[in-house]
């Protein structure tokens, strides 16, 4: 039965009035349905809200968490399942296919946010050779590669075991941290750098205090056994990260987990707790947050190998990181260990090799190093002097460079693609692979000389650019972490040496400068990643600048300037949306929650098994739960609740319910005139919908209609204002000092919720406004415009996505109903603005116009000193 018929039926009922305690049981099961229906709006409001921050995400240039986007999902379904409860409650067993359909979506949007996580099941522990067949799922990517390197070509690498991604989720669970973990992530506001602090040190806490199950000391402890065996005595260990979705393409989390050095076997459960524990280091988590990777999908393999106790170690480039097409093998390399050459603590030796054939050494530089990291005799490594000879002697030969460069060749081959290849080499002079991941580079020829800035305001020259690019902002020296906590948005990072613990900085640096450091450290490949212009190696001149000296960093053409310049082709940063995992599981999600289908109540296709999306149920809960209101009254035969048709001479058809004191006595059965309706927030909105006239749309010009045209086909989440009797027709629920009004003005939708009767503590107005037929840039073009505006009312107002959101609440009843009558007369003419928002001469004369005629709606004794405040007219 369609809401005519209802109507038909209600006012046709001629019944005699009913008595006393009849009147008093109807009106308390009419305010019982009130209330939930009220829920139901309520939760109509918060699913449209989270369907709307969800579309903000999606349209943003930096793509949302994975807690984001379950958290914003979760919410919505939520919120709709409640409207649907609450729908059963007003109308039980009515519409049966309902709870399928919302299941059906619900299913689907479980299956796009689902995990495509590591394996529950498996080996505990497995030796490393067997971590290339293993696969990345079980050893992680990097113990995976490198048992696959032993296997399939043959090159040295360290003997070990991998303990898997299984004991990782055994650990979890043996420990109950996971619920705990995901509280501590939804709570945290992840992009202020003093919260992520906090939250990743109580979670790492929660992994260094943690018990190792039995299960898994014994399975550790049988392969360190088989270990000792196959090595010189005395073992020690180097325990190495190697997490789920670690150095993949585009994502190496370069130095973000923890290393653990020269470990006595018997201490390995402490060392692999802290290596797990890094997995949610401050570094890797703002990297997840950056690269839109999942926190669900994080879980930490760890490698067990023998520790090489190096006579020199470093970093090989199979390709050169800032310009792929030279075709040169870059080799670093320094005393000792690679630790040195990984966390940019000193400079390095660098060679350039020519791969021929037949190879050569092409260019060499050989540096000052004054320290080498070293294995203690007990456990741990540690910074050891060097005499002056050997500080400045190569810490490679030339057969050695042309050696290596060769293997980080065979592993391009191998994995088609440039390799970052970490290596040692051992006491008996023979080189060792202990890491292989791919190189991030730029396309092949794309870093094109550049003209150089003005001479008279270069500060520095020199260097050695680990970024290409260029950017400005204010300098701000980061030496502690009471330093990152300040370090703001736009800022020129400057550091004494790229660690890896200022990684999580990047993602709102404009550049970055250091004293030391080069091109091959984890701080310098995450900077690429990022597109972040790093210029490193500066030396001691670069201390002389200040903290919040304006400066222009030119990466590429290894100098820094005075001021903020202006460098064309050197971008910081590249635009448009990135691809990432968590942004294609929310366009999944999206696709499931926003697009509405059901646009027309009254057609046939209006059923519970044409919902296909999250929004099209709220749509279809919504009007049913309005008819249903209406048709109680009307099987009750109660017409002092019935709906009535407001009698007013407007473009537009207004129904009325009222919902208790919202009428007077003397009002009609059928149709309500004003003076019939003792709501004061209604009169205040009509008011303002009425007292200056409406002129019709805006002039369009030719690109104006064709953007309207074009949105109108192709947009499937914009629904047609034209279709069926009902499509223009709008509601008000009313009580004495309540109103909520739900209004369809052809393509733009509004609703409005105010109390204005009580104390001021329980005054509030609530105002949404979305929809317009004209392109997207024009219509966030008038949402701006807009929440300019309502700002300018004094109402807290936000844009999430397609959607304007404000709110208001603890005035007088008197500035609370000022404030309807001004949203009125906004809902009334800010429709078809979209229209002129690529014209600004159009758009100023509308400035002006609204603001004149705000200020001339406000009651004299609350006029202000000043207007409206809009953008034309604000303070620069």
């Given at each position: 039965m369609n809401l005519t018929e209802h109507f038909r039926r209600w006012f046709a009922a001629r019944a005699p009035a009913p008595d006393r305690e009849m009147v008093r049981r109807l009106r308390a099961e009419f305010s019982a349905r009130y209330s939930c229906f009220q829920d139901l709006l309520s939760a109509n409001q918060r699913a449209l809200e989270a369907i709307a921050e969800m579309e903000q995400a999606d349209a943003g240039a930096h793509s949302p968490g994975m807690s984001f986007v379950r958290g914003r999902a979760t919410a919505t379904v939520v919120s709709v399942f409640r409207m649907i409860q609450g729908l059963e409650a007003l109308a039980p067993d009515r519409y049966p296919g309902l709870a399928a359909s919302f299941g059906a979506v619900r299913r689907e949007i479980e299956k796009a946010l689902g995990p495509s996580a590591p394996p529950l099941d498996g080996p505990l522990a497995l030796p490393l050779g067997k971590g290339g067949s293993a696969g990345e799922a079980l050893a992680g990517p990097k113990m995976a590669s490198l048992g696959a390197l032993a296997a399939g070509l043959g090159l040295p690498v360290p003997p070990g075991l991998v303990i898997t991604t299984v004991a990782y989720r055994r650990l979890v669970e043996h420990n109950q941290l996971s619920e705990e973990i995901a509280r501590l992530l939804q709570t945290a506001d992840l992009e202020h750098t003093d919260s992520l602090l906090a939250v990743c040190s109580k979670i790492q806490g929660l992994f260094t205090g943690a018990h190792i199950p039995p299960q898994l000391a014994e399975a550790v402890d049988q392969g360190l056994a088989a270990l000792k065996d196959e090595t010189p005595a005395p073992l020690r260990l180097a325990l190495r990260s190697s997490a789920w979705g670690e150095d993949a393409p585009g994502a190496s989390f370069a130095g973000q987990f923890d290393s653990e050095l020269n470990v006595d076997p018997a201490h390995w459960a402490e060392a692999y707790l802290a290596v797990t524990a890094s997995l949610y280091s401050p570094a890797a988590v703002a990297y997840r947050l950056r690269m839109g990777l999942r926190d669900e999908d994080?879980?930490?393999?760890?490698?067990?190998?023998?520790?090489?106790?190096?006579r020199s170690g470093g970093v090989a480039y199979s390709a050169d990181p800032l310009d792929p097409g030279r075709g040169r093998v870059l080799v670093n390399s320094c005393w000792g260990l690679p630790k040195a050459v990984v966390d940019g603590t000193w400079d390095c030796d660098q060679f350039e090799?020519?791969?021929?054939?037949?190879?050569?050494?092409?260019?060499?530089?050989?540096?000052?190093?004054?320290?080498?990291?070293?294995?203690?005799?007990?456990?741990?490594?540690?910074?050891?002097?060097?005499?002056?000879?050997?500080?400045?002697?190569?810490?490679?030969?030339?057969?050695?460079a042309l050696e290596l460069a060769g293997m980080a060749l065979r592993l391009q081959e191998h994995y088609g693609g440039p390799q970052d290849v970490e290596w040692a080499l051992d006491r008996g002079g023979r080189l060792i692979i202990l890491q292989c991941r791919p190189l991030p580079c730029p396309a092949a020829g794309s870093q094109t000389a550049l003209p150089a800035g003005p001479a008279e305001k270069r500060l520095l020259a020199g260097g050695v650019c680990a970024s290409p690019g260029a950017g400005a902002g204010p300098l701000r020296w980061v030496l502690t972490g009471g330093d990152a906590v300040a370090f703001a948005e736009g800022e020129v990072l400057a550091v004494e040496q790229p660690l890896p613990r200022w990684a999580p900085l990047l993602s709102r640096a404009a550049a970055m400068l250091s004293v030391r450091g080069g091109v091959a450290g984890h701080l310098a490949s995450v900077a690429r990643e990022f597109a972040v212009p790093a210029l490193l190696g500066l030396g001691p001149p670069v201390r002389e600048l200040p903290s919040g000296r304006p400066v222009t960093v030119d990466a590429t053409g290894r100098a820094v300037y005075r001021g903020l310049l202006s460098l064309p082709g050197r971008e910081a940063a590249p635009q448009g949306r990135p691809d990432t995992p968590t942004r294609r599981v929310l366009a999944k999600v999206l696709a499931l929650c926003a697009p509405l289908n059901l646009v027309d109540p009254e057609g046939p296709g209006f059923t519970p098994s044409a919902c296909r999306t999250l929004h099209d149920l709220t749509r279809f809960c919504h009007q049913k739960a309005v008819e249903e209101m209406f048709s109680q009254a009307a099987q009750e035969h109660f017409p002092l609740h019935a709906a009535r048709q407001l009698h007013?001479?407007?473009?537009?058809?207004?129904?009325?319910?009222?919902?208790?004191?919202?009428?007077?006595p003397e009002a009609g059965d059928k149709y309500v005139r004003l003076e019939d309706i003792a709501c004061a927030p209604f009169h205040a909105l009509w008011e303002g919908l009425t007292e200056v006239a409406w002129d019709g749309p805006p002039a369009m010009d030719a690109a104006g209609m064709a953007s309207v045209m074009f949105s109108a086909t192709a947009n499937p989440r914009l629904g047609s204002g034209a279709k069926g009797r009902l499509a223009e027709r709008n509601y008000f629920l009313l009580t004495g000092s309540f109103m909520n009004m739900q209004s369809q003005l052809g393509f733009h939708f509004s609703s409005l919720e105010a109390e204005a009767g009580g104390p001021p503590e329980g005054n509030f107005v609530c105002f949404c406004f979305r929809g317009g037929a004209a392109d997207a840039p024009r219509r966030r073009a008038r949402l701006a415009f807009l929440e300019e505006v309502l700002a300018g009312l004094g109402m807290e107002a936000v844009i999430k996505g397609e959607a304007l959101l404000a709110r208001a609440e603890g005035m007088e009843a008197a500035e609370t109903l000022a404030l309807v009558k001004g949203l009125g007369y906004l809902t009334m003419h800010a429709r078809q603005l979209d229209m002129i928002m690529a014209r600004p001469e159009r758009v100023d004369m509308y400035r002006a116009k609204i603001a004149a005629d705000l200020a001339s709606l406000r009651p004299p004794e609350l006029a202000r000193d000043e207007k409206p405040s809009l953008a034309g007219e604000q303070d620069v």
């Open positions: 994080a879980a930490m393999a760890v490698g067990c190998l023998a520790m090489i106790d190096a090799v020519e791969p021929g054939p037949p190879p050569r050494l092409a260019a060499s530089r050989v540096a000052e190093k004054p320290r080498r990291y070293v294995c203690q005799p007990e456990e741990g490594v540690l910074p050891a002097p060097l005499d002056q000879e050997q500080a400045s002697a190569p810490s490679l030969s030339e057969g050695q007013y001479q407007v473009p537009m058809q207004w129904w009325v319910l009222d919902l208790g004191g919202g009428l007077r």
